[in-house]
């Protein structure tokens, strides 16, 4: 049955090609070749070479590897170790000290001398303060060589009101000061004893605002009354005002400036007429900034008119108002120099504040400074360290020298012996070089170091009265440790000199001698010990080379001195 099969499949096999190859003659053109197979390809993998698995050894002695078995002897252990959770270790550092908003100091001393100070300052709310400061400094005097009294007392009260809103803030302040002292340098201390007390009162109202993303920037007020006890009175009204004015792509920097100064003496040195002065100053000062790379350039004029009302005249000036500065090596080295000018305003209350020892006589004009140029360098010695070396050469016309005024014979006023200074107007260029050098480490340990180096040329009196060829001075501070600190100053002031115009008669002319004030070194010293962080002691030492110079001509001062007291702060 299955070659049966067979044969039939075979038989529809060779019949299925017949037709198909029929078919393919029938449609096709092109003849068929004809493929015959041989046999098909079978290829053969011979043997590959294999290393033994299992080497001969050619060893004499052959050594059979050790069975080694392990046991562990298990012991159970009571365990109460309990492993502490990890925490990251915190950093070591000073507590910030407190500051307090108010303080109070009071110190006694030699001399029968009273320090004492009071400042308070109070938050009313977030953005309303208020304070006040009172001050007091006296001392008996009790000069070496002096007979005369030469007590002195300052007293001082000051309260001012703070408010800062969103876009601006404001100040408004007044205060009262109390001073006296004694005209006691006479050039002969054997004469007779008598008064030579004087007195001056101070009261001033002010206040300043200043705004923020607005044309005006700032402005401020100032009214003060100055007088004394001679029956002289000076008023004094200051406006001061800046704002940018925008022309095209720049913006005008521009201060405007109303001065008024008023005021009268019961008489003259020399006379009994009344002495008035009045005037008042409008100035106007437009200035422009360029800034390129290192370069900062300030371009400006100082426009200022002068109207005296007392003599009625009126004078116009125009000054220079030019400053540079030039990044050299960055904070290293800095190249400035400026070239300005000014028209300043001189005042009784200025001059009795420089020289106690004032006549109540003074002529009173305001000086005017054609220019000032300047040119130096500053910068960087390190991070810790500044410096800065400048010269000046500036003129002054009208400038007020101190000098000594004439004694007269039978004078009725205890300042008129020749123990009182009046002033001197004369034009005087001066030529001055100096330097400072600033070390800050840190809050512990602050030096500074100044000295300047004056030559003066006059136009009409011999010399610049008064006016000192060297001035120099230092100051340290020392936070020693938490609790004791300590600090000094030193000052050096070089040789001055003044006229003295001796008593004359009806037929002998009055004597006038030039003098050479000596220059002299004064050295201050304290040292202080905090208790508590709101209390602390202190001691100082002034004059401590116990020098009697003179400051003013025939005015010695003090010889040592030393004072001890207290400081508290506090809040409320």
Same mark, same amino acid.
């Given at each position: 049955?299955?070659?049966?099969?067979?044969h039939?499949f075979?038989?529809?096999?060779?019949?299925?090609?017949?037709i198909?190859?029929?078919?393919?003659?029938?449609?096709d053109?092109?003849?068929?070749?004809?493929?015959?197979?041989?046999k098909?390809?079978?290829?053969?993998?011979?043997?590959?070479?294999?290393?033994?698995?299992?080497?001969?050894?050619?060893?004499?002695?052959?050594?059979?590897?050790?069975?080694?078995?392990?046991?562990?002897?298990?012991?159970?252990?009571?365990?109460?170790?309990?492993?502490?959770?990890?925490?990251?270790?915190?950093?070591?550092?000073?507590?910030?000290v407190?500051?307090?908003?108010n303080?109070?100091?009071?110190g006694?001393?030699?001399?029968t001398?009273?320090?004492?100070?009071?400042?308070?300052n109070?938050?009313?709310?977030?953005?309303?303060?208020?304070?006040?400061?009172?001050?007091?400094?006296?001392?008996?005097?009790?000069?070496?060589?002096?007979?005369?009294?030469?007590?002195?007392?300052?007293?001082?009260l000051?309260?001012?009101?703070?408010?800062?809103?969103?876009?601006?803030?404001?100040?408004?302040e007044?205060?009262?000061?109390?001073?006296?002292?004694?005209?006691?340098?006479?050039?002969?201390?054997?004469?007779?004893?008598?008064?030579?007390?004087?007195s001056?009162?101070?009261a001033?109202?002010g206040?300043?605002?200043?705004?923020?993303d607005?044309?005006?920037?700032?402005?401020?007020?100032?009214?003060?009354?100055?007088?004394?006890?001679?029956?002289?009175?000076?008023?004094?009204?200051?406006?001061?005002?800046?704002?940018?004015?925008?022309?095209?792509?720049?913006?005008?920097n521009?201060?405007?400036?109303?001065?008024?100064?008023?005021?009268?003496?019961?008489?003259?040195y020399?006379?009994?007429?009344?002495?008035?002065?009045?005037?008042?100053?409008f100035?106007l000062?437009?200035?422009y900034?360029?800034?390129?790379?290192?370069?900062?350039?300030?371009?400006?004029?100082?426009?200022?008119y002068l109207?005296?009302?007392?003599?009625?005249?009126?004078?116009?000036?125009?000054?220079?108002?030019?400053?540079a500065?030039?990044?050299?090596?960055?904070?290293?080295?800095?190249?400035?120099?400026?070239i300005?000018?000014?028209?300043?305003?001189?005042s009784?209350?200025?001059?009795?504040?420089?020289?106690? #020892?004032?006549?109540?006589? =003074? &002529?009173? /004009?305001?000086?005017?400074?054609?220019?000032?140029?300047? @040119? +130096?360098?500053?910068?960087?010695?390190?991070?810790?360290?500044?410096?800065?070396?400048?010269?000046?050469?500036?003129?002054d016309?009208?400038?007020?020298?101190?000098?000594?005024?004439?004694?007269?014979?039978?004078?009725?006023?205890?300042?008129?012996?020749?123990n009182?200074?009046?002033?001197?107007?004369?034009?005087?260029?001066?030529?001055?070089?100096?330097?400072?050098?600033n070390?800050?480490i840190?809050r512990?340990?602050?030096?500074?170091?100044?000295?300047?180096?004056?030559?003066?040329?006059?136009e009409?009196?011999?010399?610049?009265?008064?006016?000192?060829?060297?001035?120099?001075?230092a100051?340290?501070?020392?936070?020693?440790?938490?609790?004791? #600190?300590a600090?000094?100053? =030193? &000052?050096? /002031?070089?040789?001055?000199?003044d006229?003295?115009?001796? @008593? +004359?008669?009806?037929?002998?002319?009055?004597?006038?001698?030039?003098?050479t004030?000596?220059?002299?070194?004064?050295?201050?010293?304290?040292?202080?010990?905090?208790?508590?962080?709101?209390?602390?002691?202190?001691?100082?030492?002034?004059?401590?080379?116990?020098?009697?110079?003179?400051?003013?001509?025939?005015?010695?001062?003090?010889?040592?001195?030393?004072?001890a007291?207290?400081?508290?702060?506090?809040?409320?």
């Amino acid at each position: 049955m299955t070659n049966k099969l067979k044969h039939i499949f075979l038989a529809i096999v060779i019949l299925s090609v017949t037709i198909t190859s029929a078919q393919e003659r029938e449609n096709d053109s092109i003849d068929g070749g004809t493929v015959n197979v041989v046999k098909p390809y079978m290829p053969t993998i011979s043997d590959a070479f294999k290393i033994k698995e299992i080497p001969t050894l050619n060893d004499s002695t052959t050594v059979n590897k050790k069975v080694i078995k392990y046991n562990i002897f298990s012991i159970p252990v009571a365990s109460t170790f309990t492993p502490a959770k990890g925490k990251a270790a915190t950093v070591d550092k000073e507590k910030s000290v407190k500051l307090y908003d108010n303080y109070a100091s009071l110190g006694v001393g030699s001399y029968t001398t009273i320090l004492g100070e009071v400042y308070l300052n109070h938050a009313i709310s977030r953005t309303e303060r208020v304070g006040g400061y009172f001050s007091h400094h006296s001392s008996a005097g009790d000069i070496e060589g002096v007979k005369l009294d030469n007590n002195f007392s300052e007293m001082g009260l000051n309260a001012h009101y703070t408010q800062k809103q969103r876009d601006y803030s404001w100040k408004v302040e007044g205060g009262f000061q109390l001073q006296s002292f004694n005209w006691y340098g006479l050039p002969d201390q054997d004469i007779d004893v008598f008064d030579v007390g004087h007195s001056f009162y101070t009261a001033n109202i002010g206040g300043n605002i200043q705004f923020d993303d607005a044309i005006i920037n700032k402005g401020s007020v100032l009214y003060r009354r100055f007088g004394d006890d001679q029956d002289s009175g000076e008023n004094r009204f200051l406006l001061k005002s800046g704002f940018d004015v925008p022309v095209a792509d720049v913006v005008i920097n521009t201060e405007v400036t109303i001065d008024y100064l008023g005021g009268s003496f019961d008489k003259n040195y020399f006379s009994d007429d009344e002495l008035n002065y009045s005037n008042i100053i409008f100035g106007l000062a437009p200035s422009y900034q360029m800034k390129q790379d290192d370069l900062t350039l300030n371009l400006g004029v100082n426009l200022v008119y002068l109207n005296d009302t007392e003599a009625s005249d009126g004078r116009f000036f125009i000054y220079p108002n030019i400053t540079a500065s030039y990044r050299l090596v960055d904070e290293l080295l800095i190249a400035y120099g400026s070239i300005e000018g000014g028209l300043n305003q001189n005042s009784y209350y200025d001059f009795a504040q420089e020289n106690p #020892f004032v006549s109540p006589t =003074l &002529f009173i /004009v305001p000086t005017d400074q054609a220019y000032n140029a300047s @040119v +130096g360098i500053k910068g960087k010695l390190s991070n810790s360290m500044s410096y800065n070396v400048s010269g000046h050469y500036f003129a002054d016309n009208n400038r007020a020298l101190f000098r000594s005024n004439a004694a007269i014979g039978g004078a009725g006023e205890n300042y008129q012996f020749g123990n009182s200074f009046g002033i001197a107007y004369d034009d005087v260029k001066t030529f001055a070089i100096g330097g400072e050098l600033n070390v800050d480490i840190n809050r512990n340990f602050k030096l500074g170091l100044k000295a300047e180096y004056f030559a003066y040329n006059t136009e009409n009196e011999a010399e610049a009265w008064n006016l000192p060829d060297i001035e120099a001075s230092a100051f340290l501070d020392i936070q020693i440790d938490k609790h004791w #600190f300590a600090g000094a100053n =030193l &000052f050096f /002031v070089g040789e001055r000199k003044d006229l003295l115009i001796g @008593v +004359g008669g009806p037929l002998i002319l009055p004597t006038a001698t030039q003098v050479t004030l000596k220059s002299y070194f004064d050295a201050n010293a304290n040292v202080g010990y905090k208790i508590t962080n709101q209390l602390s002691a202190f001691v100082k030492a002034n004059n401590i080379a116990n020098q009697n110079y003179n400051r003013w001509v025939n005015y010695p001062v003090q010889g040592i001195q030393f004072l001890a007291g207290a400081t508290y702060q506090f809040d409320f």
